[in-house]
């Protein structure tokens, strides 16, 4: 919930310039059939229906899938709307260019297993759609259960051929790396990577993207449409890595101890996350460029001039580069991951002329 701590003025949003403030957005809740309801204890909003929700999608500029601000000043904007109205506010220096915010995250309830998918990278421009990027994705796992399993990548030794046969045979479990997951672990897959988890709740972080080519779905049948999904197969094998064998999880790299530990979890092309946990205040954000806050455990509040702005379990802030560092206080323990963009990423294929 937004709350001021003292009354504060707001330019007008139809204003030539605009006082922005930490943003906080609301979840999109998908149903997939491989979910569960898992999410209920992520995310402090309540669950629609009783059936499976496989996604929470937390920061969207999906067309269809427009993140929306929960409250304050800025309630009801969508992120689209925002970065459209204020680039130079939202993004600051951070590299721009046309279309959508270069990142989308998610919370996943994988209670059954996900197919076995494949990305395509940005140099797959064969398989993307116009306005679409490929696909580079990473999971910190939040909760693991007894049959918890993360697939990424191949055995040694395997081929297109190989691949395809197994494919054909029903066998591609045998030829796919895999590692039982643990609270915490986080794995980052790079486009082509072939992947599946299942057994666990992650949160992700990926390329804004929803390109997904399924090599293998388990013989699932959705209980909603009674059918098999629809695979891809072709596709799926044009744009895996075969060179990408078995992956582990990243050993993090720890950047602070006091006032709280910092600890950095990835640093790609992309995006940079780190995880932050403790009791005591410390910073967020950065001069002239935007910061995300995700909050999984406990809650606090983010300080900004007079204003005081909340967040909780499963909430995503927004902080723009124009409101710049901040002092985010816990009310006790709490962990939360704060991302950076290091640039946004490729241009996206234009569409028709």
């Not at 797959?124 to 399993?149: C, F, M, Q, R």
């Not at 060179?243 to 993090?252: D, F």
């Not at 006032?259 to 950095?264: C, N």
Request: hydrophobic share 40%; aromatic share 8%.
């Amino acid at each position: 919930m937004w709350t001021a701590l003292a009354t504060t003025s707001v330019v007008p949003a139809t204003a030539d310039r605009v006082a922005l403030c930490p943003l906080r957005f609301g979840p999109i809740y998908e149903y997939r059939p491989w979910g569960g309801r898992a999410l209920s204890g992520v995310l402090a909003e309540a669950l629609p229906g009783d059936g499976p929700i496989g996604e929470a999608w937390v920061l969207s500029d999906r067309p269809g899938y427009q993140s929306r601000v929960s409250d304050g000043p800025f309630g009801g904007w969508a992120l689209g709307e925002l970065l459209e109205r204020f680039p130079e506010q939202m993004l600051g220096e951070a590299p721009r260019r046309p279309g959508r915010f270069p990142l989308l995250l998610k919370f996943l309830d994988t209670r059954e297993l996900l197919s076995v998918q494949v990305h395509p990278a940005d140099s797959h421009t064969k398989y993307l759609p116009d306005g679409d990027t490929g696909k580079t994705e990473a999971w910190v796992v939040l909760e693991a259960g007894p049959d918890s399993v993360v697939y990424a990548g191949l055995q040694p030794g395997t081929t297109k051929a190989s691949l395809q046969r197994a494919v054909d045979d029903g066998e591609v479990a045998g030829h796919l790396a895999s590692f039982t997951p643990k609270p915490g672990d986080a794995v980052l897959l790079t486009a082509g990577t072939v992947h599946s988890l299942g057994g666990s709740v992650v949160f992700e972080i990926s390329e804004n993207s929803d390109v997904t080519f399924r090599l293998y779905d388990w013989d699932h049948v959705d209980a909603e449409t009674g059918q098999r999904r629809t695979l891809q197969v072709d596709q799926a094998i044009a744009c895996t890595d075969f060179a990408q064998v078995a992956l582990s999880p990243v050993v993090p790299v720890v950047e602070a101890i006091t006032p709280v530990l910092r600890e950095r979890l990835f640093d790609c092309e992309h995006f940079r996350l780190w995880r932050i946990s403790g009791q005591l205040p410390f910073t967020v954000g950065a001069t002239g460029v935007p910061r995300l806050l995700v909050c999984t455990e406990g809650e606090g509040h983010v300080e900004h001039r007079e204003g005081a702005y909340r967040l909780g379990r499963g909430g995503v802030m927004f902080i723009p580069a124009a409101v710049g560092s901040c002092s985010f206080h816990p009310d006790s323990s709490v962990s939360l991951f704060e991302v950076a963009i290091p640039e946004l990423g490729p241009k996206m294929r234009s569409g028709p002329k």
